[in-house]
């Protein structure tokens, strides 16, 4: 079956613009993350949709991001006036619900550079 | 707070020999604990997790890990390296109802 689909997958911007990034978690999958992955520094959580509960927004780095999931399913992440500092690998998983410790499915991830 | 700490950055076996990659963590409570890879230009494949149960767990492509309750680790072993293993590896912790945290990261390098 389908696995967890990103867009686009590269995306390269000024210093300043807002970009959207876009997730299409696997179906049946109520559980969607997304994480940043910088070199040497690992994954960062960034926010977590379980159902539709409030999303856990702990990991967001600023208030010039945020994430919207529409139906429970498809999630877009927006960085508005981005930095050279956003440059990285932004990452979603889904799974079944998560307090069942289900493991998580990723996605291949959207390389932004903000130059 | 959790955490999760890989100590080598990089990891270098010739193949068909025995590999480990080290993990420990820290978290409140009991652990939940997975083994994570990642080759170039993907996205992370999961290997194997830790609930509950045996200590020694086997997972995906022959890889398994051990969970030592007294040292807080949870360590990915293969008996007989292959190339083909080349890759990044991450370990991720988490306690009760709290997201995952993983760690920084292990390259694996397999030499022929």
């Known amino acids: 079956g389908a696995g967890v689909s990103q867009s686009p997958s590269n995306k390269v911007t000024e210093k300043g613009k807002d970009v959207e990034l876009r997730c299409d978690p696997i179906?049946?999958?109520?559980?969607l993350y997304w994480y940043r992955q910088s070199l040497g520094q690992g994954l960062e959580f960034l926010i977590y949709?379980?159902?539709?509960?409030?999303?856990?927004k702990s990991g967001l780095p600023s208030d010039r991001f945020s994430a919207e999931r529409t139906g429970g399913s498809v999630s877009t992440l927006t960085i508005q006036r981005t930095q050279q500092e956003d440059s990285a690998v932004y990452l979603c998983a889904s799974s079944f619900r998560d307090r069942d410790n289900n493991e998580q499915f990723f996605g291949p991830g959207t390389r932004l550079t903000v130059l | 707070a959790q955490s999760v700490a890989q100590p080598e950055d990089q990891v270098n076996v010739a193949e068909g020999n025995p590999l480990t990659v080290k993990c420990t963590y820290s978290v409140s409570g009991n652990p939940y604990l997975f083994w994570y890879v990642q080759y170039p230009n993907r996205g992370l494949q999961f290997l194997l997790k830790y609930i509950t149960g045996d200590n020694l767990v086997k997972g995906s492509y022959g890889f398994e890990a051990e969970f030592n309750k007294s040292q807080t680790s949870f360590h990915l072993k293969k008996p007989s390296a292959l190339v083909s293993d080349s890759a990044l590896y991450f370990c991720?912790?988490?306690?009760?109802?709290?997201?995952?945290?993983f760690g920084k990261g292990t390259m694996l390098l397999v030499s022929p």
């Open positions: 949709f379980q159902g539709n509960s409030a999303p856990d």
């Open positions: 179906s049946g999958h109520t559980a």
């Open positions: 991720a912790v988490k306690g009760g109802y709290s997201t995952l945290t």
